[in-house]
């Protein structure tokens, strides 16, 4: 960063003596444990300081709030990376998935309904997956039927994140049951508060409930809030997908080098029971010096992915190769932390809210990295697309 | 330059160095004729006023053609030391020749069995018949075929300068090193008192020792380069036939397992490509940074390419193990280019003396266990009552993950 330009260089002053004086103190400890509520109430209070200052919706487009270029982006994560500020995990599907979703695909009222509204703190959730559609989505068999000017909505959602505090839902459902399987799938927003709606939560690996179910029973939507046209659902979630990948890589990329990479030497660095520093260990020295070029690799990797896609079309494999080193390289970095930390890191019971993926609990960090490897794609379903749409292997036999 | 004319430079040099074939080797006169060795020399001098980042261009092309060629001890090495060394009438007009491709000097910056590669490897003393030079380097590439050999040696006075000597000259010694990788040749040179006069002893133009540090990073950064290359080389190969040979009455390139062992190296390639661009960029710049970069690029790109190459040889099958299909020419130069110039562990060496550095300096993580539950009202702008609901058992954000396309399945 040593030939950052000016204007760069001010930028991140100005970042800093933000993050210096809104950054909360101590809210590592004051989120570790809290309720629901208090939690929910922190996440909002944060996206509003963030949306104060125009670092809430950076890589939104000017006109609704946005408009940050892509190198002033990079500053502002790794400065709230540095300064350990709290992350946005509540409004992160409504700032990257539904906005790119409604500024990709939507109608000009369904943006001026929501866009405005997600900066006032509208939560959304993605309802994609099911029970029987986990890599191969397509073949979902929730169903959305037609009547009059509204459709009806059954079936059943799985790993909705977050779903108990969403106020939208962005929905995929079979509309034409006769038709091949991606052609007969359309794109709704639902509201969450709608009648016959039941949301559970279900038990993680880590111990927490974050993914959700979602059933649907006799589900009533307006046709108005069909995204895109009926039956071009498929479409839509595949472009849109893409469209905020890059954005989402670009924090997460900035969070592990800032701060995940930073804690990492620290764990290295604190004394033993022995007195001994693993850090002094010259094997360690060398892993960690693997990992902080790994991470010098994902940042550029994401950089260059972002303004892949700023100047055209990304490669169409760009951001499964991000997807898929970010997961690997953050359950590597956390399986490593789990080992030098030794047995005192397994008293470690919980993990601040609101903090990223690598937190410094790194046995809880290297459980939770499994919600990296297997949601948004597995790893092998990245590699599979990394390989028929990067290199252009042939495609697998399709089954029935 | 930009970004069109590199496009344009590699087209030429793909061009140029596929007419000589996979590890051919081109005419050097027809690469001088092209402009490649007077890339970085001053235009006054009949260069082309270019930096570092045209040279990479270049060096990616020799590695993914295999090439047997001496750019590395001419170009990267000797007109890079050249051009860093004090104005002066022979050194000018060295250069100048060797812009055009004459000359052919070469640089022995390092010894190549000192993996800590920080001291020189010559010593210049004062003695009654004049100035003695005295020293060796192992493994200096091209040095068989110099023109003129420029070693790094400490003068008398302990500061390092660069001896120009005749490769002929009486006490000294070039003996070439024969190695398994059949499309580099290096060499051993030694100095048992060997008569060097005055002008001969050439100084830097900057501070010697961030100068030297600047000349081992860029010869790190060259071979990466050419590890990158030879890897892009490998892994559309290794596309190419995935694609054509077919068992099981499929083409081998549609069963997963050849598959992403075909994803993998793309990823990895990806990232090496990411690490030497940064670390081209910061050399080109003169970034004082740049010698971090240049060894997370050497020891990255220098490994992967091990790798990759390693994974070609196993995914051509019995193909791939026969001499014919040349797969061993890139694994031997991968694995020599992993050696040269500091191995992949002596550069993570450099990386983690930061860290013993800094770790006293570095910031806590605040991770409380098990209390340590303060009001929220303590917080800057938290407003929230505190909550009547269960606690939460463990604290994970969850919903912070990108819905990548795999979600919505490949097919």
Redesign the interface.
Known sequence: M??EPRDLEEFRAAVRDWCRT?V???????????????????QK??F??LRQAGFAVPHWPKQWGGGMPVAGQVVLYSELAAH?AP????A??AI??AAATLLAAGTDEQRRRHLPAILDGEIW??G??EPGAG?????LKTTARRDGDRYVVNGQKLWA??ATHADWCLLLARTGPAAPKRRGISYFLLDMRTPGIDVRPIR?A??????CEIFLNDVVVPATQLVGPENGG?RV??QT??A??GM??LE?AERLGQ?GF??L??S??RPGPGGRRP?DD?LV??R???F???I???R??CR?LVDDHEAGPPGP?G???V???YSELLQRMTDFGTEVAGLAAH?????????G?E???WV?DFV?SW??TI????S?????????R?????????GS | MDAEIHDELRAVARDLLGKAGPAGRPDWQLLAGAGWPGLEVPGALDGADATFAETAVILAELGRAAARSPYLGIVVLGIGTLTQLEPAPDRDKLLREAATGAGAPVAALADGDDESGTSAPFRIERSARGLRLHGRAAFVPDAAQAGRLLLLALDPGGVPVIANVEPHAPGLGVAAQPVLDATRRLALVTADNVEVRQTSVWRFAGDPQGTIRRLLDRAAVAVACDSLGLSEAMLAATVAYAKVREQFGRPIGSFQAVKHACADMLVQVSVARELVAQAVSQLAENDPHATVAASMAKSHACGTAVDVVGKAMQLHGGMGYTWESGVHVYLKRAALNRSLFGSPAAHRRRLAGRYLAQSTVLAKPTVIARSGQLPAARLAFASSPAGTSPTRTTECPSSSRPNTSGQISQH
Request: aromatic share 10%; with cysteine; net charge negative.
């Open positions: 040593s030939s809104h909360p103190r101590g809210w590592r400890q004051a989120q570790t444990g809290v309720s629901d509520e208090e939690y929910v109430s922190f209070a944060w509003h300081e350990d992350r946005l995990v509540l992160f599907v990257h998935h959730v993605q994609f997956s890599s191969d989505l397509a073949s994140s977050g993680q880590t111990g927490e409930s974050h993914f498929w979630a595949q997908l893409g905020e990948r989402t890589m997460l701060a930073r804690w030497v620290e290295c660095a850090l010259g020295q060398d960690l010096a693997v902080e070029t790994e010098a690799g994902l550029a990797l260059r494999a951001a499964s190769i997807k898929l080193y008293t470690e019971l919980r993990k601040p809210v609101s903090s993926w937190s410094g609990a809880l939770g919600e990296w949601p948004g794609g597995t092998e379903i990245q590699r599979t697309i990394i390989a028929e990067g290199l252009g292997l042939p495609r697998e036999p399709i």
